[in-house]
């Protein structure tokens, strides 16, 4: 059950949350629980990673946070634009961008297309739309690409795409599915480079699945590590580094240190042995 009424008094000590989930388990009519209890505080511009192995509900939490999914048990309070705390399901679009493993482009429409189609399901007027996608756009390097089709693009322009299409609505809360793991490294790296520099200029509260450590480590200002299914929280690794962090920090020692204690936390869940 997700709570639908909170005081005055619980709502002003949230204000400062973008997220909240509190003993939110999943469970599916087959018998399996992928998630929980899971609890989860995620403070408004914080940049934080959910790592875990395959089929831990990393995917899972991201859809309940973004009411894609109902939880089966717990609270889940997302923030809205306004700066209220909205309890229990969050319709999409609602102050939430979410950028999925595919980029899911329609390859019949041009890239402007593409990224305007959460305005025009929103009905807002063409000339406005088309100004904002084109701003997407240019805020992650494609303005050139607007008349474009996706079967011209590369694999990493398309992901960009796909951000721009989830940045268009201008959310305060962008959602990242494991967005960069069908792509080379190199192509990675660039694209890690450029969600830091989005995120410090935009101060989005940005909420990213991956399997790697090195990326986690790298982007995050926590590293949130889970268990096996069902996935609960291992550890919350707090990553603290000068900023803005670069190729240096990359080849740091502090770097390395932390994707040690990372890969530590994370090695219970793979071994089939948990610490909690």
Known sequence: MVERNISPAVEASLTALA???????KAYDNGVTALGPFDLAVRKGEFISLLGPSGCGKSTALR???GLSAPSTGTVRVARHEGSVQPGHVQPGHGIGFVFQEPTLMPWTSV???????????????????ARADQALASVGLADFADAYPREL????KMRVSLARALVTDPEILLMDEPFA??????????????????RRLRKTVIFVTHS?????????????????PGRIQADIRIETVEPRGEEFRTSAAYSDYCRRVSAALAPSYSGQSTL
Do not use: C, H
Request: no cysteine; proline share 3%; glycine share 4%.
């Open 182 to 199: 069908a792509l080379d490294e190199i192509t990675r790296f660039r694209l890690n480079n450029d969600l830091l520099a989005l995120w």
């Open 213 to 229: 450590v090195f990326e986690s480590v790298y982007l995050s200002q926590r590293v949130v590590v889970m268990t096996a299914r």
């Open 64 to 66: 309940i946070i973004a």
């Open 19 to 25: 997220v909240s989930l509190r003993g939110v388990t």
């Open 112 to 130: 402007r297309e593409n990224v305007r189609l959460p305005l025009r399901l929103a009905r807002v007027p063409k000339a406005d739309a088309r």
């Open 154 to 157: 590369s694999g990493g322009m």
